[in-house]
T-cell receptor
Framework: QQPVQSPQAVILREGEDAVINCSSS?????VHWYRQKHGEAPVFLMI?????EQKGHEKISASFNEKKQQSSLYLTASQLSYSGTYFC????????????FGTGTLLAVQP | DGGITQSPKYLFRKEGQNVTLSCEQN?????MYWYRQDPGQGLRLIYY???????QKGDIAEGYSVSREKKESFPLTVTSAQKNPTAFYLC?????????????FGSGTRLTVV
């Protein structure tokens, strides 16, 4: 089943912060985060493995709560280049690892 | 530089016609994937392959077929049985399944039925 993301869309001013949530109904092995610009392919941001670690990438970081089957992406001091649609992708592990993408969150950063 | 090449970038299909989308990678990745994206929607998994000569259906495999005869290549055929094929098709690859790296995507093929 497809992970659910919230919010569906968010509009920010440059320098503001945002949080995007991803929730799954299945037990998770890992969570991926990707950003997609309009008409382009998704670009990998980071992966979080089972273990509840938090990772960072420039001013973008994420957490993974495996007990709640949830992940959150944190964008701090947003820049215009952060605009795009953010997708989480979840893997449930096992012999047939496959990534199931979430519903997506449209982020627009304005000057 | 290594990467994934999808061709063509744009493709037009007539009703009742089969078309094949190409996906080639030189990343030496074992696993390859095909996703479909409709406007304003997320990505849905069509087929995936973890090794040569083996592949599995994803969530929306009906009306599609694939082959994996070489590690580098994973073509997708959209058959006439797919009633609504207009979409953006993305191919991806990844190192062996137990991996801390994400997927690498091609630039996509936009298919339109005319």
């Amino acid at each position: 089943q497809q992970p659910v993301q919230s919010p569906q869309a968010v509009i920010l001013r440059e320098g503001e912060d945002a949080v995007i949530n991803c929730s799954s109904s299945k037990a998770l092995y890992s969570v991926h985060w990707y950003r997609q610009k309009h008409g382009e392919a998704p670009v990998f941001l980071m992966i979080l493995l089972k273990g509840g670690e938090q990772k960072g990438h420039e001013k973008i970081s994420a957490s993974f709560n495996e007990k709640k089957q949830q992940s959150s992406l944190y964008l701090t001091a947003s820049q215009l280049s952060y605009s795009g649609t953010y997708f989480c992708g979840t893997e449930s592990g096992g012999a047939t690892n496959k990534l199931i993408f979430g519903t997506g969150t449209l982020l627009a950063v304005q000057p | 530089d290594g990467g994934i090449t999808q061709s063509p970038k744009y493709l037009f299909r007539k009703e009742g016609q089969n078309v094949t989308l190409s996906c080639e990678q030189n990343l030496n990745h074992d696993a390859m994937y095909w996703y479909r994206q409709d406007p304003g929607q997320g990505l849905r998994l069509i087929y995936y392959s973890q090794i040569v000569n083996d592949f599995q259906k994803g969530d929306i495999a009906e009306g599609y077929s694939v082959s994996r005869e070489k590690k580098e290549s994973f073509p997708l055929t959209v058959t006439s049985a797919q009633k609504n094929p207009t979409a953006f098709y993305l191919c991806a690859s990844r190192k062996p399944t137990v991996s801390t790296e994400g997927y690498t995507f091609g630039s996509g093929t936009r298919l339109t039925v005319v």
